[in-house]
C-alpha cells in the first residue's frame, strides 16, 4: 500500500470517529434540554465555563424520578373569602350541593336578600364524605360517595358571588368509620357495635386514629375552597340503649373531660390551616351549667374554637322548659332566653359574646313555622345583643318571604 492511500484511509477513520462523538455531544445536549428542570440540581449540570458535563447528565438520568404529585398538590392555593362581620346563612345538603339547578336556585335565593354565606354537608350524619378528596387513607375506610363532583367548582362560583362557604363535618356519629373500626366504636357492652334509636353508630370520642381522620378530611375541605370549617356531633350520644352502651376507649372518664381534650387537640392539629373553626352545641348548652350527660360544657368548648353556634331550635325544647307548655310556639321568647344566657356567660368567661352564632329553624315542628316565626328568631337574636346566625331546614326548601331583600 502506497503512502497516499494509507494516510487518505486513516482520513476517513478519524473523519467517521469525529461524527459520532460529534452526534453523542449534541444528542445529550438536546435530552438536557428537553427534560424537565427538576430532575437536575441547578449546581450539577454546567461545569464552570458553562459547558454541559455530559457524565452528570447520564449518571442523574439514571436516577428515580420523584413520585407523581397528587391533584390537590398541584392546584394552586385556594383563595379564601374572610369571614363576614356578620354571617347569615343557610344550610345546603350535599345532595343539593351536587343538583345545579337546586343549588342555583338558592345561590340565587342568597344572592338577593340578607343572606351572606352557605353551609355544605362535606361529611353528613351517614358517615360518607361527598367529594373526591385526594386523600387515600379517606378512601381505604371506604368513605367517598362522591355526592358533588365539581365541588371546587361550585365554591368559585358562590365565590365569585360574595357568597362566605362553610365545610360542615359531622364527627362522632360516624356509621362508616365505627363499623370499620369496632375497636373505636362505641359498642354494647357484650361487645357488638351500638347503634342510636335512628340505627347510627358513633365513634368514641377518645379515639386518636378517629381524630386523625377528621383532620384530614378537614384539610381537604381547606384544599378544595371552603371558608371555614364547621364541627357537628361533637358529643357523646344522647339517645338510643343508654343501659347497653360502652366506650372502649373513654372508659369511665367524665364526658366533658374527654371532649375537651378533643377540642384542645384538634385545635392544635389545625392550628396552620388558616381559615376559622366553629363548633355546634346542643341548644341547652346556653341555659345549662352541667355536661347535659352528652359532654358538652359551653365554657369547655369556647376557647378552641372561633364560633360557636348553639342549636336553640324552639322545637328542640322539652315541654315546661321555663314555663312553655309548647316552646316550639314561642320562638321569640326561647331563642331570646337561650341567647341572653350565652351572652352573659361567654362575658363570665372572660370571652366574647361575638364568638356566638345560633342555629335557628325554618323547619316544621311542634307548631307551622312561617315567616312570622323565623322571623322572630332572628329579632330575639339581634335583642340578645348578636348580629350572626344560620339557618336550619334539612329540605333545603325555605321560607322565602322570611329573609329580607338586598338593598
Partial sequence: ????????????????????????????????????????????????????????????????????????????????????????????????????????????????????????????????????????????????????????????????????????????????????????????????????????????????????????????AERVGFDELNFDYIRFPSDGNMQDI?????????????????????RQDLADIGIPLSADLFGMTMTNTDDLNIGQVLERTAPYFDYISPMVYPSHYPSGWNNFKNPAANPYEVVHIAMSAGAKRMLAASSTPAKLRPWLQDFDLGADYDAAKVRAQIKATYDSGLTSWMIWDSKNEYTRSAYELEN
Fill in 1 to 220: 500500500m502506497n503512502k497516499g492511500r494509507a494516510k487518505m484511509i486513516l482520513k476517513k477513520h478519524f473523519i467517521k470517529n469525529l461524527s459520532i462523538v460529534c452526534i453523542f455531544v449534541g444528542t445529550s445536549i438536546v435530552l438536557f434540554l428537553l427534560l424537565p428542570d427538576d430532575n437536575f440540581p441547578q449546581t450539577s449540570i454546567l461545569n464552570t465555563n458553562g459547558a454541559a458535563v455530559i457524565s452528570d447528565i447520564i449518571n442523574l438520568q439514571s436516577e428515580p424520578k420523584s413520585e407523581p404529585k397528587s391533584a390537590f398538590m398541584e392546584s394552586p392555593k385556594p383563595i379564601h373569602i374572610s369571614t363576614p362581620p356578620t354571617v347569615k346563612a343557610i344550610y345546603m345538603t350535599s345532595w343539593v350541593a351536587g343538583t345545579k339547578d337546586w343549588r342555583t336556585q338558592l345561590a340565587d335565593f342568597v344572592s338577593k336578600t340578607e343572606l351572606n354565606a352557605i353551609v355544605i354537608d362535606i361529611k353528613d350524619y351517614s358517615g360518607y364524605v361527598a367529594f373526591d378528596t385526594g386523600d387515600e387513607f379517606i378512601k381505604s375506610v371506604g368513605a367517598e360517595e362522591i355526592r358533588v363532583e365539581d365541588l371546587k367548582e361550585f365554591i368559585d362560583y358562590l365565590h365569585s358571588r360574595e357568597i362566605y362557604v362553610i365545610a360542615r363535618i359531622t364527627v362522632f356519629q360516624d356509621p362508616v368509620y365505627a363499623k370499620k373500626h369496632l375497636d373505636q366504636a362505641v359498642q354494647k357492652k357484650d361487645g357488638a357495635l351500638w347503634k342510636d334509636r335512628k340505627g347510627l353508630s358513633f365513634v368514641d370520642p377518645s379515639s386518636a386514629q378517629h381524630r386523625e381522620y377528621i383532620v384530614r378530611i378537614s384539610r381537604a
Fill in 246 to 266: 360502652y366506650f372502649p376507649l373513654s372508659g369511665n372518664r367524665l364526658k366533658a373531660d374527654v371532649l375537651e381534650e378533643f377540642f384542645r387537640n384538634i
